[in-house]
């Protein structure tokens, strides 16, 4: 079993509707929660960061964490076919010195106009 | 500022031959990183550098050797190369004392070994 499991898609939605992408993982150690966006032939990019649980807000896009059921949560409002892309969650322990994350696999989202 | 630059963006390479891939950051970043990205697989950690000098194994490293001489290069070799190393390779830098767990990604190198 990975450590951190994501579904992999791929999800396609019509444009204006609310995307929901998730991630769970196994580890209770993990402290830091990320989400990445990666267009196609690109490198990932920050998007979401989140340290423990609770929830955050950035213009359309909320990012959740619920550690007692080890489940992490990423939702974009009113998508865009600009939001096309593929999204890795990604996490790190709390002690880490050497901040290695660990990734899921991406889900890979496509908005359709 | 370039930020996080890979060299090369392609190649192919027959079984057996060697190359270096080479990562640069003009951010003064002490943590670099390099990822292989498959199918199916996400990002996978090959090896990593927490400053100038140093090197530590990651969760894949084997077939590859690194180097860190300068703090802003970050090369990754392939000695011998086989076609499960065909993939795309992606370096990282992180700044440890900002407060982020963030790292920054370079554009990607693509490998095909035949």
Redesign the interface.
Known sequence: QKE?E?D?GPLSVPEGAIVSLNCTYSNSAFQ?F?WYRQYS??????LM?TYSSGNKEDGRFTAQVDKSSKYISLFIRDSQPSDSATY?C?M?LRS??????I????TTLQVKP | NAGVTQTPKFRVLKTGQSMTLLCAQDMNHEYMYWYRQDPGMGLRLIHYSVGEGTTAKGEVPDGYNVSRLKKQNFLLGLESAAPSQTSVYFCASRDPTGGIETQYFGPGTRLLVL
Not at chain 1, 96 to 101: A, H, V
């Open positions: 951190v994501q992999p830091y990320m032939r690109k490198g990932p990019e920050l960061y890795l990604a790190s880490s010195n050497t901040g290695k994350l990734f899921g696999q991406g």
